[in-house]
């Protein structure tokens, strides 16, 4: 019997918007730029790079942050400006897109694997209410698996991340939230 992979429709559009783009060569390039917060993260895999359009000579490329204000964008800019320099692409904008606000469901199955092996849990990791985190949500673990988890506080490392313990193996962790 075989297996039917479901994919949120946010995440389908992404990857055939890639798959079919004229630059894909330039998307490929951009995967090598990091999340300056998850270097473990492209800027892909985290759903921030939104679009890569070439006008003629000119290279626009639309990103969207995490949450608005977030401080890790002047320098997601500037890595996408100097890998794209470094290759011969220098008449380029990098455009910050704040409509549609960045969702969770934008993450790639991959990204959200190395976020686990980072030692962050994806968002799919907890138990949080439709609203948000709950005081008595339980996020799974990274490091052991364990449900017996405990939130400490709504903010973590950063705005977009809960800060969590393990109640297992007494471990602390990020949990990124699910917007």
Request: proline letters at 6%; hydrophobic letters at 35%; aromatic letters at 8%.
């Amino acid at each position: 019997m075989s297996e039917i992979s479901l994919m949120p429709e946010e995440q389908y559009l992404r990857q055939q918007q890639r798959a079919t783009s004229e630059v894909k060569e330039l998307w490929d390039l951009l995967d090598e730029v990091k999340d300056p917060e998850i270097p473990a993260l492209s800027i892909w895999d985290l759903g921030i790079l939104r679009d890569i359009e070439r006008h003629g000579e000119r290279i626009i490329v639309t990103i969207t942050p995490t949450y608005s204000g977030c401080p890790a964008m002047d320098t997601i800019t500037e890595d996408i400006k100097s890998a794209l320099d470094a290759k011969g692409y220098e008449n380029l904008e990098v455009k910050l897109q704040l409509s549609p606000a960045w969702s969770s469901e934008w993450m790639s199955p991959e990204g959200r694997r190395k976020l686990r092996n980072y030692g962050v849990a994806p968002p799919e990791d907890a138990d949080a209410s439709e609203d948000g985190l709950t005081p008595d949500a339980h996020a799974l673990c990274p490091h052991c698996g364990s449900r017996e988890t405990r939130m400490l506080s709504e903010f973590g490392s950063t705005a977009c991340k809960a800060l969590f313990q393990c109640q297992a193996c007494k471990e602390t962790f990020d949990y990124f939230k699910k917007i």
